[in-house]
């Protein structure tokens, strides 16, 4: 960027299709001093990058306002957000533990963690900024992010057309003579803000979008007497658009809903006292008290304390980890069970949800909008098939003595053929089956582009932690050393008993499975980082990590030796000691999924390349890749798992992005494609461009064979429509066909792209085996 270009950002109310973005970005282009355009539908934003023309800021509003879009400016960034780090600690047992370390308020075992420190400096969050709105001319100047639906403009058009079509319907039985001039005045009651919008649209640039499609189907079916079709073509129009904003206001809320996860008031520390203040006015080097239970409100670093924090909300990661002075803390996170005192190291705007949030609706921008295929086509069908019926109208009777009402006649005929109806209804139709078809089996999709997309997928990459895995840690290995297995099982759960700790429920639910008798522990205690002992059946027994059972009594080879293979499996180990030695060991690691592996496979058989993107430790990571036969990268915070799906697409691969945290949603953006892991928060769900709501992997291949089906079948539709409209285009100027005949080529197409499409109901996407 030159020392003259400057960067500008925008918050634009009202849109809600690529349509929308394509419109935006072709009309702001045009302007002289503009250099690059970049447009989110679903984040709502609008970055222009351009020359310092003070007198410029006012014409991109114009601009944008003219095509009937409310615009906000935004505050700037200025300086690009560093790249965070990760620091991984070793762990007192000798191996490092990330998400993994098994530390708890009852049966601390000593696993350390892997502390992610994070540079906060020059992150900058856009939020909407307090300008006044620069207005829209007609009904299109609010967005769906404005209450209800059918508060808004759009929502009140489309119920003024539905009651004025629903109307005409009953008075034209009553009055069958004026039948035609009734339908024509309800269309109108629609027709006249799409027919504005298409125009304005037309002043600046776009001269043939979806809006001057259906201005142009709607005129011609009522100059050739079809004008109850008219209307209801129009209506149906009106409620695709109104659907179209709602999901893009949802999506859009669901991405700022992540700033609620910090909280908004704080106890700020003041000479000796505490107070409660709004969390956005901590200003960094303030010191802040957080209890047991709260979520953290800023950034910090711990200044006294111990505590596990849940930090899922940040890392996706299931287990807490345990953090005590100098480690680092996420605005978000929650605070296991004791009070911490932290020294706030970011403002409001720039903690790490923030930076998540801004990452996203830049990612989202960085897109190029996916422009329909109606309105890439109608490039050159739409103008060709009114040049060639103006030709037909016209150059008969001038030039070759013809008759101007037999020429007018196929004019008009010809309009009526190039009525896109059966185009438009071909491709929604065909998305709508298969919508239906894939939601039956788990499978959501967000509209025809993921369709299109997600069918030509080469790379696919996967979180860990809830998507590869169960989520869950559980026992794999019980290992009798002095006493059967069934009896380590028996004191490891009676000394857990009452912790709600992933770790220890993973003990205790394999109690249950087993269906061990679990007896009562008598003085249990907590040993800070070591783990937790107690007397159960008249035994002192004591549960810890090996380092912690090592200063008690002494391992032998060949125990050490079991250990650390258990170790290189990434499973965390914890000792049992009873009777003065070893008693037995607990192995305990997140296991994959039942399907997992068969639907890896799957993808690699399709020639589709599969990696895994985690937070979690690298020796854990390796262990589960190693497993499954996948591709690792770990240690990984959001901005790197968004910087590799990155690579991954300028390398030529056309990435899905899996996951199922806030942690992934920066990835999920980024990525050509994001599927939301079934059990991920909603906004993974909502970021993401599709989901698999049972979680299984395999469902992954099954996504891409339906979308794979559903473009063959867009395909056979167009094939289907373009070819019937081409046979009567050449039969009504050869004077075989007339009007009727034209009226069925456009009504016959549609019937039969419609049945085509509803084949996809009945196709059964393949099951892969777990």
Known sequence: ?????????????????????????????????????????????????????????????KRVSGLGYKVFPLPQSTVPAPKAAADDHACGCGHDHDHTGHDHDRGDHGHGTASHKHDHAGHSHASEGGEAAVAGLHGHDRGPTAGPWWKSAKGRLTIATGVAVAAAWGIGKLVPALDAWIFTAAMLVGLLPIARRAFMAARVGTPFSIEMLMT??????????????????????????????????????????LTRLVPKTAQLEENGKTREVEAESLAIGAVILVRPGDRIPADGVILSGESAIDEAPVTGESTPVRKSADATVFAGTVNGDAALRIRVTAAASDNTIARIVKLVEEAQESKAPTERFIDRFSRYYTPGVV??????AIVPPLFLGGGWGEWVYKGLAILLIGCPCALVISTPAAIAASLSSGARRGLLLKGGAVLENIGKVTAVAFDKTGTLTEGKPKVTDIVGLGMSDTEVLRLAAALETGSSHPLARAILDRAVAAGTDVPQVIDAKAIGGKGVSG??????????????????????SEQSARIAALNDEG?????????????????????????????????????????????DNQRTAEAIGKTL?????????????????????????????????????????????????????????????????????????????????TMSNIGQNITIALGLKGLFLVTTIIGITGLWPAILADTGATVLVTMNALRLLAVRPRRVAA
């Open 535 to 556: 007397t159960v059946d008249g035994l002192d027994v004591f549960l810890g990590s090996p380092q912690a059972a090592a200063d008690k009594v002494s391992l032998t």
């Open 387 to 392: 040049v060639v019926g103006a030709l037909v």
């Open 629 to 709: 036969d996948i591709e690792v990268r770990a240690q990984l915070l959001p901005e790197d798992k968004q910087r590799i799906v990155g690579d991954l697409k300028r390398q030529g691969f056309r990435v899905a992005k899996v996951g199922d945290g806030i942690n992934d949603a920066p990835a999920l953006a980024a990525a050509d494609v994001g599927i939301a892991m079934g059990g991920g928060t909603d906004v993974a769900l909502e970021t993401a461009d599709a989901a698999v709501l049972h979680g299984r992997v395999g469902d992954v291949i099954e996504m891409i064979d339906l979308s794979r089906r």
């Open 571 to 615: 499973k965390t180990v914890s000792i049992l000691v009873a009777k003065g030695g070893a008693a037995g060991l607990l192995a305990i690691r997140d296991e994959p999924r039942a399907d997992t592996a068969a639907g890896l496979k799957a993808l690699a058989d399709a020639g589709i390349k599969t990696i895994m993107l985690t937070g």
């Open 1 to 61: 960027m030159t020392s003259t270009t400057q960067q500008s950002r925008y918050r634009v109310e009202g849109m809600d299709c690529a349509s929308c973005a394509t419109k935006i970005d072709t009309a702001v282009r045009r302007l002289q001093g503009v250099e690059d355009v970049s447009v989110s539908v679903t984040a709502g934003t609008m970055t222009v990058r351009h020359q310092g023309d003070p007198d410029l800021l006012p014409s991109i509003a």
């Open 216 to 257: 142009i189907a709607a005129i011609g079916a009522v100059i050739i007497g079809a004008s109850e079709e008219a209307a209801a073509v129009v209506f149906l129009f009106l409620i695709g658009e109104l659907l179209e904003g709602v999901a893009a206001g949802k999506a859009r809320a669901s991405i700022q809903s």
